[in-house]
């Protein structure tokens, strides 16, 4: 069987092809990073427009790639939320209406259960049970996975991702959009000890996450450090700062998981979300799996961020557990993971 899948969410427009036994054959993604730079964010009536212009090309070149005609597709399956509502309805529309055009079911399918099973994709895929780490720009969350669709959430951001902190703190020091990356990258020339940011929320129980105030630690010691003649703080100054909370960030997130861990007696972490790409984070989990005699699981660089494979790839294990939707379309901006049915519930 083979799934077409179709993600939207943000500011990304992805299209896969996934089949049950070949695996991948196919993925195509653009990215609006240009169309945002200008703003320094994510506008979404611009990203919505141009998953309108992009998401239909795209789909005919996955399907040429594949060698695909659309009676080769058994399903569509799309991302329904959560994320901005006018993306997800761009490909919500085009999704349903494809298929029903096509005569195929299709599927809703929950954003962040495509990142939570993206490294499914991968030879080496992690056994279930496991605790999932999904760290992104909109979320930060631990959650426990006895299947597909049995989710508990362990703990969660309660204000600012990761991802989101780590782009807002390199807005402040003048990077550009996208700017986690560009702070990653920037860290790797800081010195150790220059600066120190508090571990949040880690000085008492629980496995929720809070960055707001680490951000705002960050700001005041930029506020702190600028030259009174060049009105900025000078390239190392920055560098020690992006190093000091690099290193904050990805310490709270390993602690916390170190935490779930122990707290479900479990031996296997999936990390997933555009995050989940920082090296020193995957430097620092592996350590720490090694140490706890567990392992750590990623998917490719190229699908940690959003994307269609990952998409088709939840699409196809709800298809066949019989979960389709029927023709009216529906997005939901907000929408829990621990609402999603089990496979096992038809």
Excluded at 60 to 88: R, S
Excluded at 254 to 277: D, P, Y
Aim: with cysteine; hydrophobic share 40%; glycine share 10%.
């Amino acid at each position: 069987m083979r799934v077409l899948g179709i993600e939207s969410s943000c500011d990304e427009t992805g299209i896969a092809i996934y089949d049950d036994h070949q695996g991948l054959l196919s993925h195509q993604l653009y990215s609006q990073v240009k169309v945002h730079a200008d703003y320094g964010g994510v506008v979404p009536e611009l990203a919505s427009r141009d998953h309108v212009r992009k998401t239909l090309p795209l789909i005919k070149q996955a399907m040429k790639d594949a060698n695909c005609e659309k009676d080769d597709i058994d399903a569509i399956a799309y991302t329904a939320g959560p994320g901005l509502v006018g993306a997800l309805l761009v490909g919500s529309a085009i999704g349903r209406s494809l298929a029903y055009a096509w005569n195929k079911p299709a599927v809703a399918v929950h954003h962040m259960e495509g990142h939570l099973l993206a490294p499914m994709l991968e030879e080496n895929k992690p056994e279930f049970p496991f605790v999932a780490l999904l760290v992104s720009g909109g979320h930060t969350m631990l959650v426990k996975v006895a299947n597909v669709g049995e989710y508990e959430i362990l703990g969660e951001s309660i204000d600012d991702a990761a991802g989101e902190a780590f782009d807002k703190t390199a807005k402040l020091l003048g990077l550009d959009y996208p700017g986690g990356p560009l702070l990653a990258k920037m860290a790797e020339q800081g010195n150790a000890g220059i600066y120190q940011f508090p571990r949040p929320m880690t000085d008492r129980p629980g496995l929720d996450f809070s960055f707001s105030g680490l951000k705002t630690a960050a700001a005041n010691t930029i506020r702190n450090n600028i030259d009174n003649t060049t009105q900025s703080c000078s390239p190392q100054v920055k560098a020690d700062i992006a190093h000091a909370f690099q290193h904050a960030v990805i310490d709270t997130l390993a602690i916390k998981c170190k935490r779930a861990l122990k707290q479900t007696g479990l031996k296997r972490l999936v990390v997933a979300g555009g995050v989940s790409a920082n090296k020193y984070l995957r430097s620092q989990l592996a350590s720490m799996m090694t140490g706890l005699g567990g392992e750590v699981f990623y998917p490719k660089a190229e699908f940690c961020t959003d994307n269609g494979a990952m998409i088709a790839y939840a699409g196809m294990q709800r298809f066949k557990a019989g979960q389709v939707v029927p023709l009216s379309v529906k997005a939901q901006p907000r929408w829990s993971i621990e609402d999603l049915p089990s496979i096992k519930d038809n």
